[in-house]
């Protein structure tokens, strides 16, 4: 794998830190006039997900780390793992829990979502943006009611919960989008 | 269509720089400091080891010659004080390799000024009167002048003057930044410029000018050692909003003890394999045959333009056409 010098580390590079696999997300040139120059750097970890600055002596380098994300076809959830598949190749993955996180929350078999890969095997999954999912539980709404109103929760085929209009009933398809967890719209058939 | 012929700044920023110059012209003419010019490439150029430099060939056969854009112009300034022009100052434009970022730009521009038998005092409340000019609409608070002692120790508890690994060790990771005691080790200005840029730095100045003064000996540059306290040396920092905006020296004016640092810079550059450079012989040479006693300081002028426009956040928004696109 490549090696990085801190004067190439650009928002979104993958590398190797603490032997983890990490993305830059943002690379700050800190230098006095007189004096040793860094590199104050924010890397997300894409195992943890969480958000770390490191300082690195100017001109220091890291490994790249081959990260890559795959657009797959979800399949199916065999309760342990879940099931994706690359479309032109065929190839599958599987990846558990812990890997898929709270897109779980938003997968609907057959539907397309993003799998990132590290070294050829899943480290995280992400929906798509934007997610079509059926009703499957909500209280039943008052007639006339307009979308103004605070709405009450919804409850998905995908175990979801959002807030919706107080008119949405159950049976209904409905847009959400999957990065705030919030109601877009009714879907028409 | 290619966008990047357009200028990085707005008009607004062109005009503000126009007047930046008429004002700092303005004040030095009122106070008959003479504006000289010197060469941007020279023979030699700083030694100083945490600075890259550009060279380029000069061909006039049979002459052909490496030449260097200046770091700086204070090696040229200071043989103009030798030879006895008084007080001095320039405006230009000065070059430093791989330097690029928010707050840097590999050609900048400095305004720098020396003052025949000013000490270090003199020079501040000059600088304080200038930037009274400068920022007069911008209702900052009065200047600020601290020691560097005592504003690392406002801001770390530590003491810069004695180096104390454990303490310095136990601070980094108390105070998330444990990369520091592998980064730094034992090394004792490494630490300074770490913890300083990173806890102390971003803090200076929030209301107005910051003079830090009396910095640590091991980062004197081409600073007098101070005369009450062999620990620090004559050398002064601006910082404002958390920006490093000039940096001065009571200056150094011993040919052999410039020499000596020459000598020590080299070496250092010999041993992290840096692009060799020559002591500048002119300089020395000047030196010996007498620089007067002076004070001088450099100033950052896209910096305080930054800072002057209240809301650039690069430097890039007060330069016709930064690196990326000049």
Known sequence: MAVYSTNEFKAGLKIML????????????????KGQAFNRVRIRNLKTGRVIERTFKSGESLEGADVVDVEMQYLYNDGEYRHFMVQDTFEQYQADAKIVGDAGLWLKDQDFCFVTLWNDAPLA??????VELEIVETDPGVRGDTSGGGGKPAKLTTGAVVRVPLFVQIGEVIKVDTRTGEYISRVKD | MQADWQPSCSVAALQRRARLLQDIRAFFHARA??????PLLGHCTGTDPQLAFFSTNYHSPPLRQTLYLQTSPEFAMKRLLAAGSGSIYQIGKAFRNGEAGRFHNPEFTLLEWYRVGFTLDDLMAEVADLFA???ADQGLQPPQRHSYQAVFRAHTGLDALQFNSADYCAYAVANGLPEAVALCGEDHVLWLDMLFSHKV?????????????????????????????PLTVERVELFMRGVELGNGYYELTDADEQARRFNKEIQQRQEQ????????????AALAAGLPDCAGIAMGLDRVLLLLSGTATALSETLSFAVDRA
Not at chain 1, 125 to 130: E, R
Not at chain 2, 33 to 38: A, F, I, K, M, R
Not at chain 2, 212 to 228: G, T
């Open chain 1, 18 to 33: 603490d032997n983890d696999p990490c993305a830059i997300i943002e690379n700050e040139f800190v230098k006095p006039g």
């Open chain 2, 273 to 284: 394999n840096l692009p060799a450079v020559i002591e500048d012989s002119r300089l020395l």
């Open chain 2, 133 to 135: 000019v400068l920022f």
């Open chain 1, 125 to 130: 999954v992400t929906p798509s943006n934007f």
């Open chain 2, 33 to 38: 400091v003479l504006e000289v010019e010197t």
């Open chain 2, 201 to 229: 730095q971003p803090f200076l100045g929030a209301q107005g000018l910051c003079m830090v003064y009396a910095y640590p000996a091991c980062q004197s540059s081409l600073a007098r050692p101070s005369p009450d306290n």
